[in-house]
């Protein structure tokens, strides 16, 4: 047997060492590179987007699950995704629609472990009671509530619209719905309290 045939068949010359440890060092400095890229997008948006989900109607730990899942996603996917902002905040107010019209009522014995989304267990309800535009935002319409969300996530009329394939005018619209109950029902509520 010759050094061609070792070699992988004479056709073609076999790379040589140097070169093989050069593309492996591209390909893991690329991937280095991604993963940096993705820790600080994950760092700047996984609160936004759990805060985006609880004002969309999520109890905070549904919230932080469909913010993590949606994460996950996102990292599988992230050479794909040309807008990361947008398409995260998609898949997660798709992925609670799909939760939400889900019948089967998932019970737990006890309080989730805290972690990095939810630090203190105890602190998730005193954070939810001081909250006065959940109680306002859960009694709140569907369309006007989702708006709402996309809204105090930093989103203009015309980039929920292009998200929700609905025209800018039908958002503002909505916004302008969402608004009015929203300052009628607060009144209403605090000359209850």
Not at 59 to 70: G, L, N
Not at 129 to 147: D, I
Not at 176 to 182: E, F, G, I, L, Y
């Amino acid at each position: 047997m010759s050094e061609d045939d070792l070699a992988g068949g004479g056709d073609l010359p076999a790379p040589s060492p140097p070169a093989r440890w050069g593309a492996l060092y591209q390909q893991s400095h690329r991937q280095w590179a991604t993963d940096q890229e993705f820790s600080a997008f994950y760092r700047s948006t996984v609160r936004p987007l759990v805060a985006f989900l609880v004002n969309h109607g999520a109890s905070v730990a549904d919230a932080a699950d469909i913010a993590q899942a949606t994460m996950v996603k996102a990292y599988q996917r992230w050479d794909d995704i040309q807008h990361p902002r947008p398409w995260v905040y998609t898949v997660a107010s798709r992925s609670l629609v799909r939760k939400i019209s889900d019948v089967r009522e998932n019970l737990v014995e006890e309080v989730p472990e805290p972690t990095s989304l939810l630090p203190r267990t105890d602190a998730v309800s005193e954070w939810e009671c001081q909250q006065k535009t959940l109680h306002v935002l859960r009694g709140l319409p569907a369309r006007q509530r989702q708006v709402l969300a996309w809204t105090f996530s930093g989103f203009t009329p015309s980039e929920i619209a292009e998200q929700l394939h609905i025209t800018a005018e039908a958002v503002r619209a909505s916004l302008k719905k969402a608004r009015r109950t929203a300052v009628e029902r607060l009144r209403k509520w605090e000359e209850e309290q």
